[in-house]
């Protein structure tokens, strides 16, 4: 096996002559923008990212904005992106940052991976990017990387396996140009060595990669041992007034999509029925309603089947706006924090009128 440092001279001469150097969070590359784009580029591709990313800079341009910002407009910039755990841990930690670290993320390692959604390889991503310390990281790319080059089986989510990736990945750190090096294995695992068909004949690493002498590039990194997916269903209630508005709700702050607008649900139509009779004053067998196309949205852990119900000219009667529901114009909505499929229905609905 090569020694450490002639891992990581290989690595940065593929960086120097193939890497990434234009993302917008590497110029200028501040503490605040590689946290965001690191927050952002968990479960979520660069390509993706990107759009994101620049809007959200824009609009919050350092932690105190962000800080300060509503958390219903943290969430409408990062409407889409998903996993909105991310936001609210970026809100979070940038509230916290402002009453303890002077508005800026601690440059300590303890403190700042204890801060939310950051954690050890996010810390180290950070630390090293920003400030080229000598931190190491486990990101998807990297442990792929690691797996396929070292021959390490096991899932690389499992305890045992990530201990034996974390002594790899410290192994190969090099003495200088920290920053670069940590772009580098991200950029080598995103673009070279990917999942299927890794391109071998392009990588620094080839000569000496276990899996790829053994013939294991298919096998390794293991896959996580497979369950089945429950399914699980829901009526969503599009409620309009005479006006046209929506009937939104926020959903509780625990769970998924938490604290994101929603449009109201029920478990079955009798249900949605008395859910609209305690909106309007008329009896619920007065209603004319209309069932839409259901789809399916996966999660990670489980599939939600949506049934969407159309109520017609529902009035709002005794219900009023507060903190936890309003009545919103399509193109209201469409500056909220929603989840994904929900927007997808609004829009369908607009484009329907």
Request: some cysteine.
């Amino acid at each position: 096996m090569p020694e450490a440092d002639s891992f990581a001279q290989r690595v940065l001469r593929w960086f120097d002559a193939h890497g990434r150097k234009n993302l917008p969070w590497q110029t200028p590359r501040s503490a605040y923008r590689v946290w965001v784009s690191e927050i952002m580029l968990q479960q979520t591709q660069v390509a993706t990212v990107i759009p994101y990313f620049l809007r959200f800079v824009e609009k919050f341009a350092s932690i105190a904005e962000l800080a300060a910002a509503p958390i219903d407009d943290v969430l409408a910039s990062w409407s889409g992106l998903g996993y909105y755990s991310r936001a609210r841990n970026l809100h979070a930690t940038a509230k916290i940052c402002v009453e303890r670290h002077h508005a800026d993320l601690p440059r300590e390692f303890e403190n700042l991976s204890a801060l939310p959604g950051i954690g050890r390889s996010t810390a180290g991503a950070i630390l090293a990017q920003a400030h080229g310390f000598r931190f190491a990281i486990l990101d998807g790319n990297v442990k792929r990387v690691l797996a396929r080059f070292h021959g390490v089986r096991g899932w690389p989510g499992s305890t045992s396996t990530q201990k034996i990736l974390w002594e790899k990945s410290a192994s190969h750190l090099p003495e200088s140009r920290v920053a670069d090096y940590t772009q580098a294995m991200m950029d080598l695992g995103a673009t070279v060595c990917v999942r299927s068909r890794p391109r071998c004949t392009e990588c620094p690493l080839s000569s000496d990669c276990t899996a790829l002498r053994d013939g294991l590039t298919a096998q390794l990194p293991e896959s996580k041992p497979q369950r089945a997916i429950p399914s699980r269903s829901t009526m969503m209630l599009i409620l309009r007034d005479a006006s046209g508005r929506l009937l939104l709700r926020r959903r509780p702050p625990t769970g998924v999509w938490a604290e994101l607008w929603s449009l109201p649900e029920a478990g079955d139509i009798d249900i949605a029925k008395r859910e609209v009779a305690a909106i309007h004053t008329s009896r619920d067998s007065d209603f004319v309603f209309q069932h839409l196309p259901t789809f399916t949205h996966v999660f990670s852990h489980y599939k939600l089947d949506i049934a969407p119900i159309a109520f017609d000219a529902v009035m709002k009667s005794h219900v009023a706006d507060d903190a936890n529901q309003r009545w919103v114009s399509p193109s209201e909505a469409a500056k909220l924090g929603l989840p994904a499929p929900v927007r997808k229905l609004i829009e369908q609905l607009k484009e329907s009128t």
